[in-house]
């Protein structure tokens, strides 16, 4: 049976993997020209995540590459000091087994896994998708395929071709941005965090990495004219947004006309009530993000492609049968991932002082207290910052 999947990003190698495992005969088309690095953030594997990525072998080499950051100083607009929080405790609150990984390092390992066994054809894309599986690419021959999975991301194109422009999604109200900077502006095994009303900024850095990421969250009061094709105009929003927060903020915030990275989006959720479509399906952000940054979506990404994979082995190769067992056993934990994503979203960027000291405290809260107190303590909220820890494996 063969597979085409659209992205080969998070979700694509991974899905790869295990239908390669299941016999499948799978290629993977993508975009850009070689295997993206795009200089994004750090994003967390949970509890699921980890146990997949331990059944493929990769969990080692995955830990290996661990930002390592131990230690979050968050500055406050009333304070002359800076909290210093526990980062490593603050996060074994949210997962017994997690790590914090740079994305283009998780996406690089995923594919090294894989690329001896699947078909990787790099800078090209989809342009339209038969009933019967009969593909056409921008520059490749025409082909045919069983299955055709949509693995690329929020902007999917593959989602485009089979759903349409108009499909049920949700700003959340707030906007990410990622610049490459400097190494030397970061200090190792620390992040540095700025708190103002409606706006974030944070800076940290890896062992292994020669520069080091500033990450921007903001919620403006009305959303912006945006367009995520136009850098130049997004650059300007930031700086619009972000400037003036403070000094070290600024400085991080002159890179933006150098860097060599540059990420902006708006923080959107997907709300599809299904993501299968004849012999096409959807996977990860390009079917279900909860919303960049607040919502655990490389992990629902990673969990999902193993869901996938698994359903399809499971019918044979009947994707009729498999896709509706897909979105059966996926949808209760993307409804909650959706609802966590809301919350976190007016969490992690507060909206008044109030907000960041209640936000600020309880993380320093998390800090003193034994760490067999705050983990029973998250354990009772299993819907809320516990979610992952609830989802079963197939």
């Known amino acids: ?50 146990e997949i990525s331990e059944r493929m072998g990769l969990l080692t080499t995955i830990e290996r590459y661990a930002t390592g950051t131990a230690v979050l100083n968050a500055h406050r607009p009333w304070a002359a000091r800076p909290a210093h929080i526990d980062n490593l405790k603050l996060l074994s609150t949210i997962s017994d087994r997690h790590v914090e990984i740079m994305r283009d390092d998780l996406s690089e390992i995923y594919y090294d896994a894989t690329k001896d066994d699947v078909d990787y054809r790099f800078g090209d ?17 025409a082909d045919r395929f069983d299955v055709v999975v949509g693995a690329d991301g929020l902007h999917s194109g593959v989602r485009r071709i089979v759903f349409g422009e108009d499909v049920p999604q949700r700003f959340l109200g707030g906007y990410l941005s990622v610049v490459s900077v400097p190494r030397s502006l970061a200090r190792d095994g620390e992040m540095t965090a700025y708190f103002e009303s409606h706006r974030v ?18 919620r403006p009061r009305q959303p912006l004219d945006f367009d995520h094709r136009d850098t130049a105009r997004q650059q300007a929003q930031l700086l619009d947004a972000l400037g003036g927060m403070s000094a070290e903020v600024d400085r991080w915030l002159q ?44 992990s629902l990404a990673v969990y999902g492609a193993y869901v996938l994979a698994t359903e399809l082995a499971r019918a044979d190769g009947d994707h009729t049968r498999a896709f509706a067992a897909y979105e059966r056993f996926m949808m209760p934990s993307v409804i909650s991932s959706r609802s966590l994503a809301c919350t976190n979203a ?39 910052i516990r979610l992952y ?4 494996l197939p």
């Open 1 to 50: 049976m063969r597979v085409l999947i659209s992205g080969a990003s998070i979700a694509g190698p991974v899905l790869a993997y295990w239908l390669t495992e299941y016999g499948f005969d799978v290629t993977v088309v993508e975009r850009a020209p070689t295997l993206r690095k795009t200089g994004g953030h750090a994003i967390d594997l949970f509890r699921p995540a980890m």
């Open 125 to 141: 894309q989809l342009t339209a998708i038969g009933d019967d599986g009969s593909v056409t690419f921008a520059r490749q021959q």
């Open 201 to 218: 900024a944070l800076l940290y850095t890896a062992d292994h990495l020669d520069d080091a990421r500033a990450v921007f969250l903001f």
């Open 255 to 298: 890179e933006v006309h150098t860097t060599q990275a540059f990420y902006f989006d708006a923080i959107t959720q997907l709300e599809m009530a299904t993501w299968s479509r004849g012999r096409v399906t959807l996977v990860g952000d390009a079917g279900y993000c909860p919303g960049p940054a607040v919502g655990g979506s490389t």
């Open 346 to 384: 007016r969490t992690i960027v507060p909206g008044n002082n109030w907000g960041i000291a209640a936000f600020v405290g309880l993380a320093r809260l998390i800090s003193i207290l034994p760490k067999r107190v705050t983990q029973s303590v998250a354990r009772l909220n299993r819907r809320g």
């Open 389 to 392: 820890e609830t989802m079963p």
